[in-house]
């Protein structure tokens, strides 16, 4: 299924119908599909889940035959989910023909089941309630686990031996945190392969469903332009920018157990990276993407201390209103050390990328919100511009900038000469901006990745030799900080982040874009 199915796109400011894909509902019209959001109750169901299931019905993407259940342990009647739900889902752009109708017949097809998560008999019910709703038709389950990492094996192990689909395929998508560090994580899965084989887990790694990062790969190759510039021959260093302008509001008791490398960099930022950087793969099939990604996660090098700096937000009082310190939140221990920034520089020991840094930066409660890639070129050999006119292009070299959020675009800084008769050069722009481009709003991560697990497309997930690649490179590092104690430089909320940060990018002659 294409997200583009029926859309168009604007052409020198034409409307160019896009070719209408086959809509999967009538393709799955004898099969039926349940989707479990276990953890209902949460925070990210009611955020993120259930509003993504509705914008796939809303646009038609949802196989005729579905029901979706919430689980948790609350005790909520059906109508109470709806109602919650309900409150939370929107039509996303105002005025949609019919939407308030859509939400009606969404809401219609929305079940609550209260259980406990080790409770293989609280699982049986539901698997009743499945048949029910399944009427004898091919049955598909897909489980989604919005719950805390400490209960996923429970659920996995209840869900798999008595709500399995006994004709069709049971899928679990496990969010994230995969693990602390190597020894967790392969014990996660060494636990969820006990009762599920590695083609029913799709770990998730919502940047992965960003639409410029499923872009990235159609950037790279398939534009002659890029590719042969994708090596340390032209990159003088790449740069992967998280930053939040808030800080870890409510969820203080997860992060402080986790912290920024955890929460953004092992996951979020290297699977951009490693996107990026992979060689091209045999095919667009999702095991050769991995395959890809897996070998570029491996020439890397793992971090170790002086490759990084860590910082924590203080209070910080601006225009008469005051912001918290990190170790202001109730739920985050007094003297927690955990970092709230990093910034990093990695390196790929392989031919193409042999000596280029790759600098990650991620923050909370700094000055802004967004996430990048910028792609830092080398200078203009020989230098003609500045013995003729002592225009030093050295500090205006090409940039290639990917703006993942918000307001995204793709942008390449070029030097041009400045109209007129004396010869000035000029770092301008050529700027691909989506909301001019594609009017058509983007869809949310989360959509495309249940979609693809609907699909059984994995092509966006994380497979368990990519997961021990990506910790192998962090767990080291993670470990000497905590036994090392290591104090995080302090930043006040709503700055840039700490100065130690540019120390870190000037050892390698870079300053952040
Ligand atoms: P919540 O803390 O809101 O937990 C979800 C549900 O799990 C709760 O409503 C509760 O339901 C149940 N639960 C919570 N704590 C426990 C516990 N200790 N033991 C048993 N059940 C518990 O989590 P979120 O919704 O925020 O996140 C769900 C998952 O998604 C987590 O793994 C999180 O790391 C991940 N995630 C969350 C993001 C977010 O923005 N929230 C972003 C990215 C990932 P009940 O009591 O009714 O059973
Ligand atoms: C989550 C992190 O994975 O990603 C959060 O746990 C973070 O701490 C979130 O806020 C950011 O996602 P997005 O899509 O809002 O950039």
Known sequence: GSPLAGASWKDDGKEMPVPKVPDIGSQLAENTVSITVVGASGDLA????????????????????????????????????????????????????????????????????????????????????????????????????????????????????????????????????????????????????????????FRIDHYLGKELVENLSVLRFANLVFEPLWSRNYIRNVQLIFSEDFGTEGRGGYFDHYGIIRDIMQNHLLQILALFAMETPVSLDGEDIRNEKVKVLRSMRVLKLDDVVVGQYKGHTKGGKSFPAYTDDPTVPKGSLTPTFAAASLFIDNARWDGVPFLMKAGKALHRRGAEIRVQFRHVPGNLYKRKFGTDLDKATNELVILVQPNEAIYLKINNKVPGLSMRLDSSNLNL??????????????????????????????????????????????????????VPELYPYGSRGPVGAHYLAAKYNVRWG
């Open 46 to 201: 009611k955020k993120k889940i259930f509003p993504a299931l509705f914008a796939l019905y809303y646009e038609d993407y949802l196989p005729q035959h579905f029901t979706v259940f919430g689980y948790a342990r609350s005790k909520l009647t059906d109508e109470e989910l709806r109602h919650t739900i309900s409150t939370t889902l929107t039509c996303r752009v105002d005025k949609r023909e019919n939407c308030s109708d859509k939400m009606e017949q969404f809401l219609r097809r929305c079940f609550y089941h209260s259980g406990q998560y080790g409770s293989e008999v609280d699982f049986c019910e539901l698997d009743n309630k499945f048949k029910e709703k399944e009427d004898g038709k091919l049955a598909n389950r897909l489980f989604y686990l919005s719950i805390p990492p400490n209960i996923f094996v429970d659920v996995v192990r209840g869900a798999s031996r008595s709500a399995s689909s006994p004709n069709g395929w049971t899928r679990f998508i496990v969010e994230k945190p995969f693990g602390r560090d190597s020894e967790s994580s392969s014990e996660l899965t060494r636990c969820l392969k006990m009762y599920l084989i590695e083609e029913q887990i």
């Open 433 to 486: 901006l989506y909301s001019e481009r594609y009017p058509r709003e983007i869809p949310d991560a989360y959509e495309r990745l249940l979609l693809d697990a609907i699909e059984g497309e994995r092509r966006l997930f994380i497979r368990s030799d990519e997961l021990d690649a990506a910790w192998a490179i962090f767990s080291p590092l993670l470990r000497e900080l905590e036994e090392k104690k290591v």
